[in-house]
């Protein structure tokens, strides 16, 4: 493939060389292959039950981590725009009708908005716009009035700004954002023994200043209210994880001349997660918050997952440390062959012929990786994405979160397991990411390449092809150490759409 002069700055003022974006275009040719697995991970067969004693020790690790002055940070993905939560509306407000479906979205919103934390705030725009209440305007039946107020940049404008800055729950003093409920949320499971919270938010570049303004209105308030000391840090997805975008045909999609990059997905963010100066990470998406009345289970599974995460590595280190001796048995890899197996999932007949110095370096090799544990929750019957052991390059099985678009729709067997999955997955992660000299992985090496996937976009009403990278939690992170616990239900309250906010778990 030739680049022209100016194709070559473009690449160099990205960070990306001609060889990558050659070899994306070749990806484009080919595709990526789909993955192959296994079996669906179910409880028992890959995803872990932990009874209630099991859960109480957990819980009493994790704070002994803490109290020993254990290094912990929440990682949480918040550069997305709130403009998807909003498309109902967008609709309404765009479409020719007056009046609001029954049984809409939109008719929904506007029979509950006084239930809505921001309703102060629209009430005060619909004012300045209209020079009325948002209740006069519904007794006038001016819905697209009211609408717009919320969704557009002459009102709340919440069209346009990142989730993280809505306001999401009411409270007797006031509301909070999910930016604040993070905060909470890791005073109450993640301070340290100093006291100290640490987190982290990956933004957009355009809503940076809009999260530093928040933090510093907010950040000393919340502290001081759980006795903590709050330590925010921000940063945006880099640039040279941008992907190339193609013409039908495979060849570069270009506008104005220049060949137009997009942002390579949440898989991007592997780069940011490398940055990040702390032993343990936990990784939680932006709008996956609930009001202090209902975080009791959050905050429980939160402490039960961190805590697995220790018990996992205080297991693994004590058997780094006996591989390291070279005081070993083949009876003794067998018990390390079985914890990987019972622990992770973890199975390969190549093994099998080796001798015991070969056995010992594949134990080696198996351990000596980051670790994760991800909260799973039951879904009976659901098909799609969510938990699966599936086979590596190397020939391996371990355990992988995929998405549906990675399961081979034409092979029968898959479609039956997906079909037959129990679990799905909520991003409610916690990982360990330093070795056990205390260096930190390079968790760029950890990355299955041949993960991503190729989907149809259109940019000004042209068709293209947009190729996002391996999923942050998906192929980015297909050569950890994964396990998989069981949590409820309770610990999933996303904000899809803004009737959300509606529902019982998000009415404080």
Not at 213 to 227: F, L, M, T
Not at 457 to 468: C, D, N, P, R, V
Request: proline residues 4%.
């Amino acid at each position: 493939m030739t680049f022209t002069e100016e194709d070559l700055a473009l690449f160099s003022q990205k960070g990306v060389t001609e060889q990558q974006v050659e070899a994306q275009y070749a990806r484009f040719a080919t595709g990526f292959p789909y993955l192959k697995l296994k079996d669906v991970a179910r409880a028992g067969e890959g995803i872990t039950v932990l009874s209630p004693e099991q859960e109480a020790a957990a819980v009493e690790r994790w704070q002994r981590y803490l109290a020993d002055g254990g290094e912990v940070c929440k990682f949480v993905p918040a550069s997305g725009a709130a403009s998807r939560m909003f498309k109902a509306l967008f609709e309404f407000v765009d479409g020719t009708d007056d009046m609001p479906a029954k049984g809409s979205a939109v008719a929904a919103l506007i029979a509950d908005i006084d239930k809505m934390a921001f309703i102060g705030d629209l009430d005060e725009a619909t004012r300045r716009l209209h020079d009325k209440s948002v209740e006069e305007l519904k007794a006038e039946h001016r819905y697209k009035d009211i609408i717009a107020a919320i969704i557009h940049p002459e009102g709340l404008n919440y069209g346009n700004l990142p989730k993280g800055l809505l306001k999401f729950h009411s409270y007797a003093d006031g509301s909070r954002t999910p930016l604040e409920e993070q905060m909470v949320e890791g005073a109450q499971t993640a301070a340290n023994g100093n006291g100290e919270v640490n987190l982290h938010f990956t933004v957009s570049s355009s809503h940076k200043q809009l999260f530093e303004q928040k933090i510093a209105e907010v950040k000393e308030r919340i502290g001081k209210q759980y006795g903590v000391d709050i330590n925010v840090t921000l940063s945006e997805q880099k640039s040279s994880t941008d992907t190339p975008a193609a013409n039908p045909d495979g060849t570069p999609f270009r506008e104005d001349g220049k060949i137009l990059f997009r942002p390579g997905g949440h898989g991007a963010l592997i780069e940011n997660l490398n940055d990040m100066d702390s032993a343990v990470l936990f990784i939680k998406n932006i709008d996956n918050v609930v009001p202090d009345s209902k975080r009791d289970a959050t905050v429980h599974y939160k402490q039960v997952i961190g805590g697995y995460l220790i018990q996992l590595h205080d297991k693994v280190e004590e058997y780094m440390k006996v591989l390291a001796s070279g005081d070993y048995t083949r009876g003794t890899l067998q018990d390390m062959l079985f914890f990987l197996h019972t622990a992770f999932s973890i199975s390969d007949r190549s093994i099998d012929g080796m001798n015991t110095t070969d056995v010992a370096m594949y134990i080696h090799e198996k351990l000596n990786r980051p670790l994760r544990v991800c909260g799973m929750v039951r879904n009976e019957g659901e098909p799609g994405g969510g938990p699966f052991i599936a086979y590596n390059a190397d020939g391996s099985a371990s355990l992988q979160i995929l998405e549906s678009t990675q399961i081979d729709k034409n092979n029968e067997a898959y479609v039956r397991m997906a079909a037959s999955a129990t679990h799905f997955n909520p991003v409610d992660l916690v990982c360990y990411v330093r070795d056990f000299d205390g260096h930190k992985f390079d968790l760029t090496k950890y990355v299955d390449s041949d993960t991503g996937f190729i989907s149809s976009k259109s940019s000004h009403g042209k068709e293209l092809q947009a190729m996002e990278l391996p999923g942050l939690w998906n192929g980015a992170m297909s050569d950890w150490n994964t396990a998989f616990v069981e949590v409820p239900i309770a610990t999933f309250n996303p904000v899809k759409t803004v009737n959300d906010l509606l529902r019982p778990a998000h009415q404080g």
